[in-house]
Protein backbone atom coordinates (compact mmCIF):
# COMPACT_ATOMS: atom_id res chain seq x y z
CA UNK A 1 0.00 0.00 0.00
CA UNK A 2 2.73 2.33 1.17
CA UNK A 3 4.56 1.55 -2.03
CA UNK A 4 1.55 2.43 -4.23
CA UNK A 5 0.99 5.84 -2.87
CA UNK A 6 4.75 6.65 -3.18
CA UNK A 7 4.77 5.20 -6.87
CA UNK A 8 1.68 7.42 -7.46
CA UNK A 9 3.21 10.31 -6.09
CA UNK A 10 6.39 9.95 -8.10
CA UNK A 11 4.35 9.42 -11.21
CA UNK A 12 2.54 12.89 -10.22
CA UNK A 13 5.43 14.65 -9.54
CA UNK A 14 7.33 13.63 -12.71
CA UNK A 15 4.59 14.97 -15.25
CA UNK A 16 4.06 18.47 -13.15
CA UNK A 17 8.06 18.80 -13.67
CA UNK A 18 7.93 17.48 -17.45
CA UNK A 19 4.89 19.92 -18.03
CA UNK A 20 6.58 22.77 -16.49
CA UNK A 21 9.47 22.61 -18.35
CA UNK A 22 8.05 21.68 -21.94
CA UNK A 23 5.67 24.12 -22.34
CA UNK A 24 6.63 27.09 -24.49
CA UNK A 25 7.19 30.53 -22.57
CA UNK A 26 6.30 33.43 -24.35
CA UNK A 27 8.64 36.24 -23.49
CA UNK A 28 7.65 39.18 -21.80
CA UNK A 29 6.80 42.19 -23.75
CA UNK A 30 6.39 45.63 -23.02
CA UNK A 31 4.19 47.60 -25.22
CA UNK A 32 4.31 50.50 -24.10
CA UNK A 33 7.83 50.43 -25.21
CA UNK A 34 6.53 49.76 -29.00
CA UNK A 35 3.48 52.78 -28.43
CA UNK A 36 6.24 55.68 -26.82
CA UNK A 37 8.25 54.70 -29.88
CA UNK A 38 5.68 54.70 -32.33
CA UNK A 39 4.42 57.80 -30.84
CA UNK A 40 7.62 59.65 -30.93
CA UNK A 41 8.86 58.68 -34.45
CA UNK A 42 7.93 61.41 -37.15
CA UNK A 43 8.25 65.10 -36.95
CA UNK A 44 7.57 67.56 -34.43
CA UNK A 45 6.97 71.48 -34.65
CA UNK A 46 7.72 72.98 -31.50
CA UNK A 47 4.73 74.90 -30.45
CA UNK A 48 5.82 76.78 -27.34
CA UNK A 49 8.28 76.84 -24.46
CA UNK A 50 6.67 77.23 -20.54
CA UNK A 51 8.10 77.50 -17.57
CA UNK A 52 7.61 74.33 -15.39
CA UNK A 53 7.40 76.06 -12.23
CA UNK A 54 6.88 79.66 -10.53
CA UNK A 55 9.86 81.21 -10.83
CA UNK A 56 10.83 85.10 -9.97
CA UNK A 57 13.03 86.76 -12.61
CA UNK A 58 14.06 90.34 -12.39
CA UNK A 59 11.39 91.22 -8.76
CA UNK A 60 9.14 89.83 -11.31
CA UNK A 61 6.93 86.52 -10.36
CA UNK A 62 5.98 84.34 -13.51
CA UNK A 63 3.67 81.66 -12.46
CA UNK A 64 3.61 78.10 -14.13
CA UNK A 65 2.84 77.24 -17.42
CA UNK A 66 4.04 80.71 -18.72
CA UNK A 67 5.26 81.35 -22.32
CA UNK A 68 8.67 82.03 -22.93
CA UNK A 69 8.06 83.08 -26.42
CA UNK A 70 5.83 85.55 -25.57
CA UNK A 71 8.06 86.20 -22.21
CA UNK A 72 10.94 86.77 -23.97
CA UNK A 73 11.63 90.93 -24.94
CA UNK A 74 10.62 91.25 -21.94
CA UNK A 75 12.65 89.05 -20.14
CA UNK A 76 15.28 90.14 -22.13
CA UNK A 77 14.55 93.90 -21.29
CA UNK A 78 14.27 93.17 -17.50
CA UNK A 79 17.45 91.40 -17.77
CA UNK A 80 19.72 93.66 -20.05
CA UNK A 81 20.34 90.54 -22.21
CA UNK A 82 18.91 91.25 -26.03
CA UNK A 83 20.52 87.77 -27.05
CA UNK A 84 18.48 85.91 -24.36
CA UNK A 85 14.98 86.69 -26.60
CA UNK A 86 16.79 86.02 -29.94
CA UNK A 87 18.08 83.12 -28.48
CA UNK A 88 14.56 81.90 -27.10
CA UNK A 89 12.59 83.27 -30.52
CA UNK A 90 14.73 81.12 -33.02
CA UNK A 91 12.94 78.58 -31.25
CA UNK A 92 9.83 78.96 -32.30
CA UNK A 93 9.80 77.66 -35.35
CA UNK A 94 11.75 74.82 -34.54
CA UNK A 95 11.10 71.14 -36.42
CA UNK A 96 12.38 67.38 -34.72
CA UNK A 97 12.36 64.84 -37.02
CA UNK A 98 12.53 61.54 -35.12
CA UNK A 99 13.43 58.42 -37.74
CA UNK A 100 12.01 54.84 -36.56
CA UNK A 101 15.97 53.70 -37.06
CA UNK A 102 16.56 56.13 -34.12
CA UNK A 103 18.18 58.73 -35.83
CA UNK A 104 16.86 62.35 -35.37
CA UNK A 105 17.73 65.58 -36.60
CA UNK A 106 16.62 69.20 -35.92
CA UNK A 107 16.09 71.98 -38.68
CA UNK A 108 16.20 75.46 -36.39
CA UNK A 109 17.93 76.68 -32.86
CA UNK A 110 19.01 74.40 -30.60
CA UNK A 111 22.09 76.34 -28.51
CA UNK A 112 19.88 77.72 -26.19
CA UNK A 113 17.52 75.28 -25.12
CA UNK A 114 19.02 72.28 -26.06
CA UNK A 115 22.82 72.99 -26.20
CA UNK A 116 24.93 70.19 -27.08
CA UNK A 117 22.57 68.20 -29.36
CA UNK A 118 23.30 69.66 -32.26
CA UNK A 119 20.81 69.08 -35.39
CA UNK A 120 21.71 65.61 -35.96
CA UNK A 121 22.29 62.19 -33.85
CA UNK A 122 20.86 59.72 -32.61
CA UNK A 123 17.80 58.99 -29.89
CA UNK A 124 16.52 56.46 -27.70
CA UNK A 125 14.41 55.89 -24.52
CA UNK A 126 15.82 55.35 -21.31
CA UNK A 127 15.23 55.03 -17.74
CA UNK A 128 11.76 52.81 -17.91
CA UNK A 129 10.98 55.15 -20.99
CA UNK A 130 10.72 58.46 -18.97
CA UNK A 131 13.85 60.01 -20.78
CA UNK A 132 14.04 60.37 -24.30
CA UNK A 133 17.58 60.89 -24.67
CA UNK A 134 19.81 62.22 -27.89
CA UNK A 135 22.84 61.15 -28.66
CA UNK A 136 24.79 64.39 -31.08
CA UNK A 137 26.98 63.38 -33.83
CA UNK A 138 30.01 63.56 -31.75
CA UNK A 139 28.62 61.19 -28.90
CA UNK A 140 27.62 63.39 -26.32
CA UNK A 141 24.51 61.92 -24.46
CA UNK A 142 21.72 64.68 -23.67
CA UNK A 143 18.84 63.18 -21.41
CA UNK A 144 15.54 65.04 -21.49
CA UNK A 145 12.70 63.99 -19.30
CA UNK A 146 9.33 63.17 -21.17
CA UNK A 147 7.16 65.20 -18.87
CA UNK A 148 4.13 63.91 -21.23
CA UNK A 149 3.51 62.09 -24.69
CA UNK A 150 0.81 61.28 -26.64
CA UNK A 151 -0.18 60.73 -30.35
CA UNK A 152 0.08 64.16 -31.39
CA UNK A 153 1.86 66.04 -28.16
CA UNK A 154 5.03 65.68 -26.13
CA UNK A 155 6.31 67.41 -23.58
CA UNK A 156 10.23 67.32 -22.94
CA UNK A 157 11.93 68.90 -19.77
CA UNK A 158 14.36 71.46 -20.32
CA UNK A 159 17.10 73.65 -18.32
CA UNK A 160 17.68 77.45 -19.60
CA UNK A 161 20.21 78.58 -17.76
CA UNK A 162 20.23 82.06 -17.75
CA UNK A 163 23.49 83.91 -16.95
CA UNK A 164 23.65 85.90 -13.23
CA UNK A 165 20.01 84.23 -12.73
CA UNK A 166 20.28 80.63 -12.59
CA UNK A 167 18.52 77.90 -14.07
CA UNK A 168 15.20 77.98 -14.85
CA UNK A 169 13.08 74.41 -15.47
CA UNK A 170 11.25 74.64 -18.82
CA UNK A 171 8.58 72.37 -20.60
CA UNK A 172 9.27 72.17 -24.28
CA UNK A 173 5.51 71.81 -25.95
CA UNK A 174 5.95 69.98 -29.28
CA UNK A 175 3.19 69.33 -31.90
CA UNK A 176 2.96 66.05 -34.29
CA UNK A 177 3.38 67.16 -37.81
Known sequence: MKKSYFQTGAFLLG???LFLFSCKKEEASS??????????????KQKDVVTAVTVKLAGTGIPAGSSLITLAPMLAQALKNPALAEGILCTRSNVYTFGPDKTYSINGCTELLLPGIGDKGSWQLTIYDAVLQFTSATGQKV????????G????LAATLSVPGVGDLPLSMILQKQ
Open 15 to 17: LTV
Open 31 to 44: PQTGKKQQWIAGSW
Open 152 to 155: SELR
Open 143 to 150: PHWINSIT
